[in-house]
């Protein structure tokens, strides 16, 4: 079984400070993990993943995530917000033992709000 | 250059109606996905095609019948519409390898009065 807990409906900052966002995870195996925003009426939009490799993992728009296995975790961070970086961000995960499947789990979301 | 696009963006109709939303990707991909959004913005499975075979079929009533007429399209039929379809349905598409990452369409809102 996979599942994935985002435990901030709400995070705000101000702009120009650096923002986390958190997302952590449970699978029976590897877990290949994602970060999503969606801008409103918008589809979702692809930021980054973590498959392999470096715990650190740069995506668009200057996020990056850190993958940290022995807290399950995998926060999403900026050094320095941005106001339109205003948005609804989901996490997901999908278990590397999933076969076809490849069935993601998605994060019930965060809303993020950069204040100017 | 549209990469994943559905028809119609908004649908709104009577209880009891049939109708379909309709899905197109262009980036070759082998897997299609529909996607449930609620009103408060969480997002549910419904259904996963690869190459037009069902691989994923979550529990959705069964007034939801996706159809793949190949595997560039995944369309979405749904019968005897409630109040309860009411949401936002999105479909997504990825190649079919484990590091596959899904790209999303803009959705379609449905609403049924």
């Known amino acids: 079984a996979q599942s994935v807990a985002q435990p901030e409906d709400q995070v705000n900052v101000a702009e120009g400070n650096p923002l986390t966002v958190k997302c952590t995870y449970s699978?029976?195996?590897?877990?290949?993990l994602f970060w999503y925003v969606q801008y409103p009426n918008r589809g979702l939009q692809f930021l980054l993943k973590y498959i392999t490799g470096d715990n650190l993992v740069k995506g668009s728009y200057g996020f990056e995530a850190e993958f940290n296995k022995s807290q399950t975790s995998f926060h999403l961070k900026k050094p320095s917000a941005l106001v339109s970086d205003s948005a609804l961000y989901f996490c997901a995960v999908r278990d590397e033992t999933s076969g076809s499947a490849r069935q993601l789990t998605f994060g019930s979301g965060t809303q993020l709000t950069v204040l100017p | 250059d549209t990469a994943v696009s559905q028809t119609p963006k908004y649908l709104v109709t009577q209880m009891g109606n049939d109708k379909s939303i309709k899905c197109e990707q262009n980036?070759?991909?082998?897997?299609m996905y529909w996607y449930k959004q609620d009103s408060k913005k969480f997002l549910k499975i419904m259904f996963s095609?690869?190459?037009?075979?069902?691989?994923i079929n979550e529990t959705v009533p069964n007034r939801f019948s996706p159809k793949s007429p190949d595997k560039a399209h995944l369309n979405l039929h749904i019968n005897s519409l409630e109040l309860g379809d009411s949401a936002v349905y999105f479909c997504a598409s990825s190649h079919s390898t484990d590091t596959d990452t899904q790209y999303f369409g803009p959705g379609t809102r449905l609403t049924v009065l």
């Open positions: 095609y690869n190459n037009k075979e069902l691989i």
């Open positions: 699978v029976s195996g590897n877990p290949y």
């Open positions: 980036l070759g991909h082998d897997t």
